[in-house]
């Protein structure tokens, strides 16, 4: 587990690695939440450490609406050169494309697996059979069928 940082050191360590011009990460020694994301506390105000970074290093966000983003995908990284503002939409295609996010059969919340939503959308349209079959709402069948849920599976060759 982290260290908390002593009172200043979060604002300290952040302004060190400001200027820090390196294609490496630089990861957050101090607290880390259990999604890997630091904690930092600048003018008694607490959050993410990436995220103060990014404001440190490239101003404001343009809105609240807007993330600071990783190009590298590592949460507990505060190197400003691989940081940007992004759109929630942004920011979770980066997380994606670096395999960062956790969807499908990874996801702790679903039990259907890829061979069950391609047997779901080759099976003949009986919704109460399949809801039955795989303890899933109508909903759920008619999104999975229409690519809405689990876009990324993709059907077999024929």
């Known amino acids: 587990m982290k260290k908390t940082a002593p009172k200043g050191s979060s604002e300290a360590f952040l302004r060190a690695h400001l200027r820090d011009h390196t294609d490496k990460c630089i990861l957050w020694p101090f607290k880390l939440r259990p999604s890997g994301y630091g904690l930092a506390v600048l003018a008694s105000v607490q959050m993410h450490a ?9 101003g404001a966000p343009p809105n ?11 949460p507990s990284c505060i190197n ?4 940007r503002w992004a759109t929630p939409k ?36 009986d919704l109460k ?5 795989y303890g899933v709402s109508k909903g759920c069948i008619s999104k999975i069928r229409s690519r ?4 990324h599976i993709k059907s077999e060759a024929a």
């Open 50 to 58: 990436h995220r103060w970074a990014c404001i440190l290093a490239h």
């Open 64 to 74: 609240d609406e807007y993330h600071a983003a990783h190009s590298c995908g590592h």
């Open 80 to 83: 400003p050169d691989h940081l």
């Open 90 to 125: 942004e920011n979770s295609d980066d997380r994606y494309n670096h395999g960062t996010i956790i969807y499908g059969e990874k996801s702790g919340k679903t039990a259907l697996t890829a061979d069950d939503i391609r047997a779901i959308r080759a099976a003949p349209p």
């Open 129 to 133: 059979y399949l809801m039955g079959r």
């Open 148 to 151: 809405q849920r689990w876009p």
